[in-house]
């Protein structure tokens, strides 16, 4: 059990909408990690694999956002996250 | 003539295209499906003016509220993510903004009363002019309408079944038309060689499995493929079952062994083609011998590649065409206490979609058997090997 920290700036000007939210959720989900997203690094995240609670941080193009995963092979499962939460910019 | 700071109304497109704000309206709301000339002046005239219509404004007029619900499995399973992501932007290109609703939300306890009083979540009450659930992957009994979606002043639909019968309650459905997935992706392997299918399905158990094991005997015969008992298999839709499940089969030899393999799911295929890679010797896993895969996927197609899955032989959703089919679902729908929908969505011409009606009268709610139902063929992904 590790666990994986990473942040991105969030380059699509409309920032996290329904499509990538709706990806990352479910790539969130399915990853076998425990996972959390938030606006800010270092602030409280919420669970990454809730459609709504992702939508609901609200995040814009330009904002910096923080995931946290922690389990079984987090770094690679992190890195994947990433790699959807930005593969569509 | 106006000032350049003023705000332009529907009046100042009218005169631009001499044409009455009706005709304005009707062609900008997309009531008006002619493609003609007038409606190109109005688009025109619209774009040149940078004129365009207040959705709220619009809603007020027409006493709807511009906004549909979107009742969806939260943490969405992989058809709700993709079909999200069409249905919020096709709505928006409607003038409609979506409310995206927990499936578990519904059925929580709220402001302290009980949860099944039919359609009093306080989300909803006149707050939306339709709705459409996204079942669950699995179909079947849990794919019920919650208590909240039963007895509406709005229409509701159900999106994602593969089986109409297992619809849940509700005035019409788009699901996946299984039948065709199942003869695009026998017919592919044929086209490419393979004559000894078999099929990974899902668990027997569901409707969904039974509706494979169906549709796959009657794909087979048109093209003179064939299948034994033991080269169809019912699991879990994973990779560890994919890869024995496909390792048991090819442990076989000759006629006894399959060479072509349909797999349901991405996570089924990955197994499957990592039982052939590992399994098979170096002499054996020739193109020739090797068995072909395709995959009725579950996911996008940049998902796979960029795991770095390999090739890909796919059918997948189209998510374009079952959201399209479900806002046009939504207009043409009635209420559950039988008054017309009140939204007014421009009706979409479909094509090659299978229209029918539930085979079986649904439980849990009123009689159904009425409830048109649209099945959508799944979209060929063929990409050659590396």
């Given at each position: 059990?590790?666990?994986?920290?990473?942040?991105?700036?969030?380059?699509?000007?409309?920032?996290?909408?329904?499509?990538?939210?709706?990806?990352?959720?479910?790539?969130?989900?399915?990853?076998?990690?425990?996972?959390?997203?938030?606006?800010?690094?270092?602030?409280?995240?919420?669970?990454?694999?809730?459609?709504?609670?992702?939508?609901?941080?609200?995040?814009?193009?330009?904002?910096?956002?923080?995931?946290?995963?922690?389990?079984?092979?987090?770094?690679?499962?992190?890195?994947?996250?990433?790699?959807?939460?930005?593969?569509?910019? | 003539?106006?000032?350049?700071?003023?705000?332009?109304?529907?009046?100042?497109?009218?005169?631009?295209?001499?044409?009455?704000?009706?005709?304005?309206?009707?062609?900008?709301?997309?009531?008006?499906?002619?493609?003609?000339?007038?409606?190109?002046?109005?688009?025109?005239?619209?774009?040149?003016?940078?004129?365009?219509?207040?959705?709220?404004?619009?809603?007020?007029?027409?006493?709807?509220?511009?906004?549909?619900?979107?009742?969806?499995?939260?943490?969405?399973?992989?058809?709700?993510?993709?079909?999200?992501?069409?249905?919020?932007?096709l709505a928006a290109a409607q003038a409609h903004q979506v409310l995206l609703l927990s499936a578990e939300g519904l059925t929580r306890p709220h402001h302290g009363g009980p949860s099944t009083?039919?359609?009093?979540?306080?989300?909803?009450?006149?707050?939306?002019?339709?709705?459409?659930?996204?079942?669950?992957?699995?179909?079947?009994?849990?794919?019920?309408?919650?208590?909240?979606?039963?007895?509406?002043?709005?229409?509701?639909?159900?999106?994602?079944?593969?089986?109409?019968?297992?619809?849940?309650?509700?005035?019409?459905?788009?699901?996946?038309?299984?039948?065709?997935?199942?003869?695009?992706?026998?017919?592919?392997?044929?086209?490419?060689?393979?004559?000894?299918?078999?099929?990974?399905?899902?668990?027997?158990?569901?409707?969904?499995?039974?509706?494979?094991?169906?549709?796959?005997?009657?794909?087979?015969?048109?093209?003179?493929?064939?299948?034994?008992?033991?080269?169809?298999?019912?699991?879990?839709?994973?990779?560890?079952?994919?890869?024995?499940?496909?390792?048991?089969?090819?442990?076989?030899?000759?006629?006894?062994?399959?060479?072509?393999?349909?797999?349901?799911?991405?996570?089924?295929?990955?197994?499957?083609?990592?039982?052939?890679?590992?399994?098979?010797?170096?002499?054996?896993?020739?193109?020739?011998?090797?068995?072909?895969?395709?995959?009725?996927?579950?996911?996008?197609?940049?998902?796979?590649?960029?795991?770095?899955?390999?090739?890909?032989?796919?059918?997948?959703?189209?998510?374009?065409?079952?959201?399209?089919?479900?806002?046009?679902?939504?207009?043409?729908?009635?209420?559950?206490?039988?008054?017309?929908?009140?939204?007014?969505?421009?009706?979409?011409?479909?094509?090659?979609?299978?229209?029918?009606?539930?085979?079986?009268?649904?439980?849990?709610?009123?009689?159904?058997?009425?409830?048109?139902?649209?099945?959508?063929?799944?979209?060929?992904?063929?990409?050659?090997?590396?």
């Amino acid at each position: 059990m590790s666990t994986a920290t990473r942040t991105v700036v969030i380059t699509d000007p409309v920032g996290i909408h329904a499509r990538p939210a709706a990806e990352f959720a479910q790539a969130a989900g399915s990853s076998g990690c425990s996972v959390t997203i938030s606006k800010q690094p270092g602030a409280a995240g919420v669970n990454a694999a809730s459609i709504l609670s992702v939508m609901g941080l609200g995040v814009k193009g330009g904002d910096t956002v923080e995931i946290v995963v922690t389990g079984d092979d987090a770094e690679n499962a992190a890195d994947s996250l990433i790699h959807t939460l930005t593969k569509g910019e | 003539m106006p000032s350049p700071a003023r705000r332009r109304s529907i009046v100042d497109v009218a005169v631009a295209a001499g044409v009455s704000t009706a005709t304005v309206s009707r062609v900008l709301s997309g009531r008006r499906s002619k493609d003609d000339d007038i409606a190109r002046r109005v688009r025109r005239a619209a774009e040149v003016l940078h004129y365009t219509a207040n959705p709220a404004a619009s809603a007020l007029r027409a006493e709807t509220t511009a906004m549909l619900g979107l009742v969806i499995p939260d943490p969405p399973d992989s058809f709700a993510a993709g079909f999200v992501a069409r249905f919020v932007s096709l709505a928006a290109a409607q003038a409609h903004q979506v409310l995206l609703l927990s499936a578990e939300g519904l059925t929580r306890p709220h402001h302290g009363g009980p949860s099944t009083d039919p359609g009093a979540h306080p989300v909803f009450g006149q707050a939306v002019d339709g709705c459409v659930m996204v079942a669950v992957e699995t179909g079947g009994a849990d794919a019920r309408l919650p208590p909240a979606l039963r007895s509406t002043s709005f229409p509701v639909i159900s999106a994602g079944v593969t089986d109409p019968a297992s619809a849940p309650v509700a005035a019409g459905s788009v699901g996946i038309d299984l039948d065709s997935t199942l003869q695009l992706a026998v017919a592919r392997l044929v086209e490419r060689g393979s004559r000894r299918i078999a099929l990974l399905a899902p668990d027997v158990e569901s409707l969904r499995g039974a509706s494979y094991f169906v549709g796959f005997e009657t794909a087979l015969a048109p093209v003179h493929a064939i299948t034994r008992a033991e080269w169809m298999s019912f699991g879990p839709t994973d990779a560890e079952r994919g890869y024995a499940d496909a390792a048991r089969m090819i442990a076989e030899d000759g006629d006894r062994r399959p060479d072509g393999i349909v797999c349901v799911t991405d996570a089924v295929a990955d197994g499957a083609r990592l039982a052939l890679e590992t399994t098979m010797t170096a002499t054996e896993a020739t193109a020739r011998n090797r068995p072909r895969l395709v995959t009725i996927a579950d996911r996008h197609a940049r998902d796979v590649d960029g795991n770095g899955a390999g090739p890909s032989e796919r059918l997948r959703p189209d998510f374009t065409r079952m959201a399209t089919a479900a806002l046009r679902l939504l207009s043409e729908s009635k209420t559950p206490d039988g008054s017309p929908s009140r939204s007014l969505l421009p009706s979409i011409e479909g094509e090659e979609e299978r229209r029918g009606r539930l085979r079986e009268p649904t439980t849990g709610g009123s009689d159904t058997s009425d409830a048109p139902t649209i099945a959508v063929p799944m979209l060929p992904e063929w990409t050659p090997p590396i």
